[in-house]
């Protein structure tokens, strides 16, 4: 018969205690903190305080107390460490604008050259501006449909799945200023009715569609996979067609987890409007064109980059803000 052998209890009737951190760790942590002091003053003071506490616990023999100062040291240590290095770079930087006589900044960011400009810039921005909101209308309502068409069921829509999955290999394989050139300038010259009347702006918004469609046609078909394929199983089982399962219970529940990375794609499109000048359109880095040669300076095209941050960082922003968020809901936090 097997049996278990108890552990005879120490120090009237206590638990062993916990043994003692490795000096090694106590050690690395000075070292650190050491370090810490020398390139960032600050945070290394604070990680000397918290290796004090830790000697003091240590001298007391209070464990507990020394692991978390030892840890509490290290951070602080660390701290400092990446407060140098980020200081290194920001030092880096401001070597490189003021190098030679501050030749950087009189190149790309003088002020009169881009206040001079401000106006057609900003006009030229303006098309960007509405090329990007309507495109991402069109690319979702698209995407939707493209998405939805490929994940039909049954065998009578397996030609169309097929011509939707060529479609989106097709455009995803393809470079998007190709997309531009051959429908921007191609399609004019075929003669066809409606295609070949397109104006440049409408060119570029068809050729922008046509190519973030395919990529965006993934991500919605993505996160409708992302519902529990319970939700389908009980909603057809309520006598709901496919069509209407998806319009009422997977993609409700789908949009939820398909806003961030509709919308990290999205700020890649509002950079991509900077291409459609190769094809005619009038926009904020063709006017930047005209600026530069008129003034032979580059400011100008700083000055569109400006107009585009202005824009990007906020979204890039808004989607952190919406990962973060659907995480804690999925967690539970909220």
């Given at each position: 018969?097997?049996?278990?052998?108890?552990v005879?209890?120490?120090?009237?009737?206590?638990?062993?205690?916990?043994?003692?951190?490795?000096?090694?760790?106590?050690?690395s942590?000075?070292?650190?903190?050491?370090?810490?002091?020398?390139?960032?003053l600050?945070?290394?003071?604070?990680?000397?305080?918290?290796?004090?506490?830790?000697?003091?616990?240590?001298?007391?023999?209070?464990?507990?107390?020394?692991?978390?100062?030892?840890?509490?040291?290290?951070v602080?240590?660390?701290?400092?460490?990446?407060?140098?290095?980020?200081?290194?770079?920001?030092?880096?930087?401001?070597?490189?604008?003021?190098?030679?006589?501050?030749?950087?900044?009189?190149?790309?960011?003088?002020?009169?050259v881009?206040?001079?400009?401000?106006?057609?810039?900003?006009?030229?921005?303006?098309?960007?501006?509405?090329?990007?909101?309507?495109?991402?209308?069109?690319?979702?309502?698209?995407?939707?449909?493209?998405?939805?068409?490929?994940?039909?069921?049954?065998?009578?829509?397996?030609?169309?799945?097929?011509?939707?999955?060529?479609?989106?290999?097709?455009?995803?394989?393809?470079?998007?200023?190709?997309?531009?050139?051959?429908?921007?300038?191609?399609?004019?010259?075929?003669?066809?009715?409606?295609?070949?009347?397109?104006?440049?702006?409408?060119?570029?918004?068809?050729?922008?569609?046509?190519?973030?469609?395919?990529?965006?046609a993934?991500?919605?078909?993505?996160?409708?996979?992302?519902?529990?394929?319970?939700?389908?199983?009980?909603?057809?089982?309520?006598?709901?067609?496919?069509?209407?399962?998806?319009?009422?219970?997977?993609?409700?529940?789908?949009?939820?987890?398909?806003?961030?990375?509709?919308?990290?794609?999205?700020?890649?499109?509002?950079?991509?409007?900077?291409l459609?000048?190769?094809?005619?359109?009038?926009?904020?880095l063709?006017?930047?064109?005209?600026?530069?040669?008129?003034?032979?300076?580059?400011?100008?095209?700083?000055?569109?980059?400006?107009?585009?941050?202005?824009?990007t960082?906020?979204?890039?922003?808004?989607?952190?803000?919406?990962?973060?968020?659907?995480?804690?809901?999925?967690?539970?936090?909220?």
């Open positions: 018969m097997s049996h278990v052998e108890a005879a209890p120490t120090d009237g009737g206590l638990p062993p205690a916990v043994p003692r951190p490795p000096r090694e760790k106590f050690r942590t000075v070292v650190l903190a050491i370090f810490g002091t020398i390139l960032f600050p945070t290394g003071i604070l990680a000397a305080i918290e290796l004090r506490r830790a000697a003091r616990a240590r001298a007391e023999g209070d464990v507990r107390r020394l692991r978390t100062h030892l840890f509490r040291g290290r602080w240590a660390l701290t400092s460490l990446g407060f140098a290095a980020a200081l290194v770079i920001v030092g880096f930087g401001v070597l490189i604008v003021t190098a030679n006589n501050h030749a950087v900044w009189t190149v790309f960011f003088d002020p009169k881009i206040a001079d400009n401000f106006g057609p810039l900003l006009a030229g921005f303006w098309v960007n501006v509405k090329l990007f909101l309507v495109a991402e209308v069109a690319i979702l309502v698209w995407s939707v449909v493209v998405a939805v068409v490929r994940d039909l069921p049954g065998r009578p829509a397996a030609p169309l799945r097929f011509l939707a999955i060529v479609y989106i290999d097709v455009f995803r394989g393809l470079p998007t200023m190709l997309i531009l050139l051959v429908i921007g300038l191609g399609l004019p010259r075929t003669g066809l009715p409606v295609v070949s009347g397109l104006s440049n702006f409408e060119s570029a918004l068809l050729a922008l569609t046509l190519n973030y469609g395919a990529y965006m993934e991500t919605v078909r993505a996160g409708m996979h992302s519902v529990h394929p319970g939700q389908e199983s009980a909603a057809r089982s309520l006598g709901l067609s496919h069509l209407q399962t998806l319009r009422r219970v997977i993609l409700p529940q789908a949009i939820r987890n398909m806003i961030p990375p509709l919308l990290n794609g999205f700020i890649m499109l509002q950079k991509d409007t900077a459609v000048s190769v094809i005619g359109v009038v926009d904020a063709s006017q930047a064109q005209t600026s530069a040669n008129y003034t032979a300076s580059l400011a100008p095209y700083a000055g569109v980059a400006m107009f585009y941050l202005v824009i960082i906020p979204s890039g922003r808004l989607s952190d803000y919406l990962i973060a968020r659907n995480r804690a809901k999925t967690l539970g936090k909220v």
